[in-house]
């Protein structure tokens, strides 16, 4: 899919190629570094309008992401342009450099967790994701590189099966615990000031909507553990997220349950 002539100020601006992402959207860098442009397929062209519908509510809360500035359609695919958030993915960042940044990044999520959840238009409850798992996996289209060592050689359906046992509980945690979640609150998602170490803004937000807000602190403290030299750094970090967010005692069941279901619901 060649959507490059689509690209706007094509005249005053060059745009680079910078990813292809998990979903298989294009992603290009206005060569200002100003502004990106995301490009989407015909079959995903709703999922990048819902992330152009959620960039443009969250932008109205006042929490740091993309503004979007532009949005095309044709017959091939979509086509998201929006503004850059200045800084550096925190997956780019030594595991010393992301310890100093981690309390800004802990208290942007809590920014975002604090938003009135009964006043958000997108819900990414547990039911939804629940099938949208049960759907990747009927389809066997399940990502292995998503899962675990320890689960890489069982069986989608039982992976699948071990989430469904736990899903009356969590349903009941989710009921008196719903927020705000970005959805996909990995590293490369924050982005961060390398001087000042601050949490400049969220980016990739189209898996954003109310749930437990457990969704996130899961991903969120999985994705960063590669990054920590030791256990007690990895411990630190994980005292400074939960204490930031006013969490006394983290459900580490919770936890692990929601890290168990997000690898199933990607493909």
């Known amino acids: 899919m060649d959507w490059t002539y689509a690209l706007p100020d094509r005249n005053r601006f060059g745009w680079t190629p910078v990813r292809t992402g998990e979903s298989g ?31 443009a509510w969250l932008h109205g809360q006042g ?10 359609e044709g017959g091939e695919g979509t086509c998201l342009v929006m503004t ?28 975002l967790h604090g938003l009135p959840a009964d006043q958000c238009p997108f819900d990414r409850s547990l039911s939804i994701m629940f099938e949208r798992a049960a759907d990747v996996v009927a389809r066997k289209a399940v990502n292995r590189d998503f899962l675990p ?31 705000v979640c970005h959805g996909d609150a990995c590293m490369p998602n924050f982005m961060i000031d390398p001087e000042s170490f601050q949490c400049t803004g969220l980016i990739d937000l189209g898996r954003l909507g109310t749930a437990d807000r457990y969704v996130d602190l899961a ?8 990054s920590w030299a030791s256990r007690e750094e ?6 400074i997220l939960f204490n930031t967010l006013g969490i006394k005692i983290p459900d580490k069941e919770r ?6 279901l997000d690898p199933l619901t990607w493909g």
């Open 25 to 55: 959207d294009l992603v290009y860098q206005r060569d200002d570094g100003r502004a990106f442009a995301k490009i989407a397929p015909v079959a995903r062209s709703a999922e990048l309008a819902g992330e152009r519908d959620r960039l």
């Open 63 to 72: 929490v740091a992401c993309p503004e979007v500035v532009d949005w095309r």
């Open 84 to 111: 850059a958030i200045p800084g550096v993915p925190a997956a780019d960042l030594s595991g010393s450099d992301l310890l100093k940044a981690w309390p800004s990044m802990a208290r942007q999520l809590g920014i």
């Open 149 to 179: 060592d320890e689960d890489m050689n069982t069986p989608a359906r039982e992976l699948l099966e071990r989430v469904e046992r736990d899903l009356p509980t969590r349903f009941e945690q989710e009921l008196t615990d719903r927020v």
């Open 219 to 226: 991903l969120m403290v999985a994705n960063a553990r590669e």
């Open 234 to 239: 990895e411990a630190e970090a994980f005292a």
């Open 255 to 260: 936890l692990a349950f929601y890290l168990r």
